[in-house]
């Protein structure tokens, strides 16, 4: 049976919620159209709710929304050149982060000590394909601010990450 899913890219398990999150990149995946959004699945797979976070509504900017991790009641999600912060109670808009260079924000990873990182595979995707970009990196979240972990086009297009004690 269809949910209403758009392009969906990431699965989140929230264990706290005992729910499943769904982003859903609503569009291209490079693209700036506002239309990216977090939906919410129940364990036994029936949906919950399918715009819990709509990126199309005032105050809940989402464009092209990738991977998330939750990290001290906030859920972080990758949004192409931004890192958007949610409430993980309640989907409430909370800030967000410009990763200042980054072109396709991809992964979010968080440490058992609250430690975020994100990162950037370094291409765009449209109707050309996918360019890279060269802007491969991964960058840890400090005060607001994205602080370089290792960035190099060497990196060959980072993606998924993961923390495993303390270390990314």
Not at 60 to 68: I, R, Y
Not at 73 to 83: C, E, R
Not at 85 to 112: C, E, Q, R, S, W
Not at 124 to 149: E, H, N, Q, R, S
């Amino acid at each position: 049976k269809e949910l209403g899913f758009d392009t969906p890219e990431s699965v989140l398990y929230d264990a706290e919620a005992d729910l499943y999150l769904v982003s859903n990149i609503g569009g291209g995946p490079s693209a700036k159209d506002g239309n990216g959004f977090i939906s919410r699945l129940r364990p036994d797979g029936t949906l919950d709710n399918l715009k819990w976070i709509d990126g199309s509504k005032k105050g809940s900017t989402l464009n092209a929304p990738k991977g998330m991790a939750v990290a001290k009641g906030v859920l972080y999600v990758a949004d192409l050149d931004t890192v958007r912060m949610f409430d993980a109670k309640t989907g409430k808009a909370k800030g967000a982060v410009v990763v200042k260079g980054a072109t396709f924000l991809n992964d979010v990873a968080a440490g058992a000590d609250g430690t975020v990182y994100v990162s950037d595979s370094g291409v765009t995707i449209d109707d050309k394909g996918v360019t890279p970009t060269g802007t491969d990196a991964v960058y840890k979240l400090v005060k607001g601010k994205a602080v370089v972990v290792a960035k190099s086009a060497e990196l060959g297009k980072p993606n998924g990450l993961l923390v495993v004690d303390g270390t990314l």
